[in-house]
């Protein structure tokens, strides 16, 4: 099962050997009642089997695909673990004794959300880890700048000492991590909204949410249902850090201490950008705490995500946080968020290939678009989750001077741009960049920011992200 819930045939193997058809929707109910039933397998869901096999706990695993990722190492692992693949609607959900659901799988899917009301506990990874970890988490999500805020956090807090765990929606399992750290000071998790919607005990020393902005409009019926699935990271949190300039971030419950950062000089929370001056500064008050010279990530929203990291090391540390700047200073950025690709006949080219959403292209635009000299190409495509590229066309309207598309939704996004900006659209990625090599000059700069995600073309975005640099350099 996939991250859009897409489903392959009807069949169910063992983690070695296939059953029939027939056989396969006979005694279904057996096979699961009274088990922990974990939906969706790949890296998350065989995380949740091997914690629920050290607990001595009956596991079965349902996906709706007929090769999911992660088979071979149940089938090696954990042999009698039964695997099954098909549609949901073949199991009698409502007989097990746990759902333990994989964030690729909304909670609302009809077998799924009939089992839930029947009273069958749902959770996932990260519900599981936070009945199970005793040091403190921070947690954050946001719709963008997630994978940077928190591994700006986790390189500071090691710089004061701690021993921290980096885990989550970033990369690592959190229930792998939670069986592989040892002697842990403090977590800090990236998490999605998609693993937000099955978490009731986290509890956070400190929970963030940086920003809500239009993305998976394909699994939300609203952005406000979006925003909610955010706001519950906030549930019994000891502190929220929330962007000032946006009224969603903010926490709907009552919460101990509230952080805000960012705003403006007339109104801003502790840490916040001001770029009133010759310089734009992360400021600390009236305090200049760094400058955007000092710093490796690039763009204004990196600013803001030093004032949120700021906001949480200050809170966590008890006001430490200069002695932080050093690795703040020299974190390097991470690979596919505007990172530089090459400089090829003076045409400077970025990786961007994260920007998974319209929010982040506008961001990486804005961002990239302030010390250009040249012209600004932006290539863009892939599959749009059904989002209004509207913003990403006022942005393109104000910073780009041509337009490049290509994948399924190319078309959404030139018939939005129309009439603003060039649009040329091509085929495919490499065509996309060999076009843009024939036309940019020295002193132009190309971004790669898609706006869009990557599987109609793509494996995920470090697959297209790779492949993008590839055509750069080739």
Request: a negative charge; aromatic letters at 6%; glycine letters at 8%.
């Amino acid at each position: 099962m996939d991250h859009y819930g897409d489903s392959g045939t009807d069949w169910a193997v063992n983690a070695q050997t296939s059953l029939t058809i027939s056989e396969q929707r006979q005694g279904n109910v057996a096979k699961i009642k009274n088990k922990h039933v974990v939906i969706g397998l790949g890296k998350t869901g065989l995380s949740c089997v091997r914690f629920l096999k050290r607990l001595d706990c009956e596991v079965a695993v349902i996906d709706t695909r007929t090769e999911p990722p992660g088979r071979q190492e149940l089938a090696q692992e954990f042999p009698t673990v039964q695997l099954y693949c098909g549609e949901l609607e073949q199991f009698d959900l409502s007989k097990a004794q746990e759902l333990v659901v994989s964030p690729g799988i909304a909670i609302s899917t009809p077998a799924i959300a009939k089992a839930i009301a029947a009273g069958v506990p749902c959770s996932g990874d990260v519900e599981l880890f936070a009945k199970s970890v005793d040091a403190p988490v921070i947690a954050v999500t946001g719709s963008n700048g997630k994978s940077t805020v928190v591994s700006i956090i986790g390189k500071a807090l090691e710089a004061l000492g701690y021993n921290v765990c980096v885990a989550g929606n970033i990369g690592l399992p959190v229930l792998d991590a939670l069986s592989t750290a040892l002697d842990v000071d403090v977590w800090v998790l990236e998490l999605s909204s998609f693993q937000l919607e099955t978490t009731h005990s986290l509890r956070a020393k400190i929970a963030v949410n940086l920003n809500v902005t239009e993305d998976h409009m394909d699994r939300y019926d609203s952005l406000e249902d979006y925003a909610m699935a955010k706001q519950r990271i906030f549930e019994g949190c000891e502190a929220a850090v929330y962007w000032l300039s946006d009224h969603r971030t903010k926490p709907i419950q009552a919460v101990p201490t509230l952080l805000p950062f960012g705003g403006d000089t007339q109104a801003h929370g502790r840490f916040y950008v001001d770029d009133s001056g010759t310089e734009t500064c992360v400021m600390d008050g009236t305090k200049a705490v760094l400058t955007d010279a000092e710093l490796h990530v690039r763009g204004a929203h990196n600013l803001l995500n030093v004032a949120a990291c700021l906001a949480v090391i200050a809170e966590f540390s008890g006001d430490r946080y200069s002695d932080a700047l050093p690795a703040i200073k020299a974190f390097p950025g991470l690979p596919h968020r505007c990172q530089w690709v090459a400089d090829v006949d003076g045409v400077a080219w970025f990786n961007d290939s994260k920007g998974t959403n319209v929010g982040s292209s506008v961001a990486a635009i804005r961002g990239l678009a302030e010390n250009i000299k040249g012209r600004l190409f932006l290539l863009a495509g892939g599959e749009g989750k059904d989002a209004d590229f509207q913003p990403l066309a006022t942005a393109i309207e104000e910073k780009v001077d041509q337009v490049v598309v290509f994948g399924r939704d190319a078309q959404e996004i030139a018939d939005a741009v129309a009439g603003a900006k060039p649009v040329e659209k091509m085929e495919n990625m490499k065509a996309a960049v060999e076009w843009i090599k024939g036309r940019a000059k020295v002193g132009d700069v190309v971004l790669f920011s898609p706006a869009c995600a990557s599987f109609d073309q793509f494996k995920n975005y470090e697959d297209r992200g790779h492949q993008f640099m590839t055509a750069v350099r080739g």
